[in-house]
């Protein structure tokens, strides 16, 4: 699996796992890349720094020890406030909130039937409609190879509270 941080024309920045990079250059000219902000499709690849290693075994000079990252205060502590996510972190945190809500209130859940069911309509066995459900990686992974369009809805830390 690769990641790429990929770009909107809207300014949205997200990120995005693929197979390969053919694999996402096969998804983005079908237009199946779409922005979680404004849902368009012109979705492209943003630049990436590299990751480089500091040194490899057994080289000469090894590379210094990363430095020890402070210990946070805790939450007010000094009288000043914590601020966990950005205004628009939290704005982008809500517009997904409200799709998958859409998406639960305007589809039916078919459970663990969703892989055999999204197959099906994709192979026009049956009628489309709009279902969600649920999905092993293995199984999510054999739809996308067979070119069935699907979606996962998003999950948010708060969720399981």
Known sequence: MIRYDLT???GARFDGW??????FDAQQARGLLSCP????SA????????????????????AE???PSPTPSPAGASGESVELASE???ELRARLKA???HVTRTSENVGDRFPDLARRMHAEEIERRSIYGRATPDEARALAE????FHPLPAFPDDAN
């Open 146 to 149: 067979d070119g069935v369009a």
């Open 37 to 40: 902000a404004c849902g368009g």
């Open 99 to 101: 799709l998958r809500d």
């Open 43 to 62: 979705v492209t690849k943003a630049l990436m720094a590299p990751a480089i290693a500091a040194g490899r075994k057994g080289a000469e000079t090894e």
């Open 8 to 10: 909107c024309g809207c």
């Open 88 to 90: 628009g972190d939290r």
């Open 65 to 67: 020890p990363p430095a």
């Open 18 to 23: 693929f197979r390969s990079s053919a694999d």
